[in-house]
């Protein structure tokens, strides 16, 4: 049945012409079933191209979603007692009042 289909109007057609006028209209014949042809596979393999975007195999569950969050928290910054300035600051780290370290100016802050 599908060898009828596709023979009886291409045979018919190609003859036809060939009586015709001959090696001319087989051609445009051939070239018309390209184009039909591939004109659709070019539009699919546009379209699969663009669509072909990295996506995950499955939906990801809330426990494993936890299970990473659980490290995104914010942490509390523990703050020590400068004491040149008797002022909050982070330790191991100059001061921002006075910009003294380990007795040291370090920052001169009047210039700042
Ligand atoms: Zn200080």
Redesign the pocket.
Known sequence: MIEKMGAKPIFPAGRESAGAGPGAEPFPCIVGIASLDSGPRTGAEGGSSGESMPNPKRKLAKSWRGCRRSHDHVHVVNLST?P??S?P?MAHRV?G??G?YKGEMIVDMKKL
């Open positions: 400068c040149r300035c002022q600051k001061c009042t006075c003294y």
